[in-house]
């Protein structure tokens, strides 16, 4: 009985689980740098049919100024946003230095296909805008 056992637990292990699927999963990343910019700026990411599963990772460092990223599906409605800002330094003291960071990270299961938009709204900006896009096919 014992080496029933052994043997049962052996080819459980050896032979492959007939429900695991292959993924595969296609990444960009995009670095943007602001200058004192107060000029709205659009990213567009294509999402397509092949793909089932969305993910955007949004990830910004501001120096000086304020700034705003909002979300937007293909149909227009709004799927997020953030907004950061400094509160000292910058030209009111300059021997301040503040650095804020933000990070925004959501995944879409099924997500509607056609381009998004990532709208970025600096006021006076300093920053550095990382945007990472994950789109994974099961």
């Known amino acids: ?7 049962i637990v052996s080819v459980f292990l050896l032979v492959p689980m007939t429900n695991a699927q292959e ?9 943007l740098k602001l200058e004192n910019e107060s000029k709205e700026q659009q990213i567009s990411i294509d999402v397509s049919d092949e793909y089932d599963t969305f993910a955007l990772s949004i990830d910004s460092n501001i120096h000086e100024g304020k700034l705003s990223i909002e979300i937007f599906d ?5 799927q997020g946003n953030f907004s950061i800002g400094c509160q000292v330094g910058g030209a009111n003291n ?3 230095k503040e ?7 959501k ?12 709208k970025i709204i600096p006021q006076n900006a300093h920053a550095q805008i ?3 896009v994950t789109q994974i096919q099961n």
Do not use: H, Y
């Open 94 to 96: 300059p021997t301040t």
């Open 107 to 118: 995944t879409f299961q099924k997500p509607k296909k056609g381009k998004w938009v990532v």
């Open 1 to 7: 009985m014992k080496k029933l056992i052994i043997l």
């Open 23 to 31: 993924k595969t999963a296609f990444n960009t990343a995009r670095n």
């Open 74 to 78: 293909p149909s227009g409605e709004k």
């Open 130 to 132: 990382n945007i990472t």
């Open 99 to 105: 650095v804020v960071q933000g990070q925004f990270r």
